[in-house]
């Protein structure tokens, strides 16, 4: 299967600072990439999805501002949590499928676990 | 608009005993289904498809699923469960072809007790 890489894994940052989130696809391009939030012992929910060249499309009720999406080339996508809080603190999971085949699964990135102190 | 439930927050097997994970759906058209499983602060692991054909689709780690139209259910199945399967397991649903998000059930936390 295809390999998406999320970095960092886990990171912990002060109130108010910001966090960038990475999430590559290591062996085919990526048109489009989704972001995800799990709060714990939850489902995933759809956060926004990510458009090579364009802007993010975000989910009713997430903040873009606040959770600034940029998909620069057809394998990168990185999620900037803004100013954050201890309410953002959250296990964050992108994932992308192949656009060369269609009706195929998705595939995740490893997660990470923010912790905002 | 496509809907994933998952019955059961968890389930309990004893080791060597068959499990099953129950899923149903609700989507206008046909379905794309998907399970996946997740370990501890980890991402999801794909675990198989169905979008056309058999009924009964073979995925990883000795899993399959069978696909029910009729009952528009999707469950997950293994003959023989092991102590590492013990995991959370997401069903999941897409009602078109594409690069679209998948929509997950709530997850079912597997316990496979030795």
């Known amino acids: 299967g295809a390999v998406v890489s999320q970095h960092p894994s886990w990171v912990i940052c002060k109130s108010g600072t910001s966090v960038k989130i990475e999430c590559r696809s290591l062996d085919f391009q990526a048109t489009t990439m989704f972001w995800y939030r799990q709060f714990p012992k939850k489902s995933l929910m759809l956060m926004a999805t990510s458009n090579e060249g364009s802007k993010a499309t975000y989910e009713q009720g997430v903040e873009k501002d606040k959770f600034l999406i940029n998909h620069a080339s057809l394998t990168l996508s990185t999620l900037t949590v803004t100013s954050a809080h201890p309410e953002d603190s959250s296990f964050y999971i992108c994932?992308?499928?192949?656009?060369?085949?269609?009706?195929?699964?998705?595939?995740f990135g490893q997660g990470t676990r923010l912790t905002v102190v | 608009a496509q809907s994933v439930a998952q019955p059961e927050d968890q389930v309990n097997v004893a080791e060597g005993n068959p499990l099953t994970v129950k899923c149903t759906y609700s989507?206008?058209?046909?379905?794309?289904l998907f399970w996946y499983v997740q370990y501890p602060n980890r991402g999801l692991q794909f675990l198989l498809k169905?979008?056309?054909?058999?009924?009964l689709v073979k995925g990883s780690y000795g899993f399959e699923a069978e696909f029910n139209k009729s009952q528009t259910s999707f469950h997950l199945k293994k003959p023989s469960a092991l102590v590492s399967d013990s995991a959370l397991y997401f069903c999941?649903?897409?009602?078109?072809?594409?690069?679209?998000?998948?929509?997950f059930g709530k997850g079912t936390r597997l316990s496979v007790i030795a």
């Open positions: 999941a649903v897409r009602a078109t072809s594409g690069n679209t998000p998948l929509v």
């Open positions: 989507v206008s058209g046909n379905p794309y």
């Open positions: 994932s992308a499928s192949r656009t060369d085949f269609m009706n195929t699964e998705a595939f």
């Open positions: 169905y979008i056309t054909g058999d009924n």
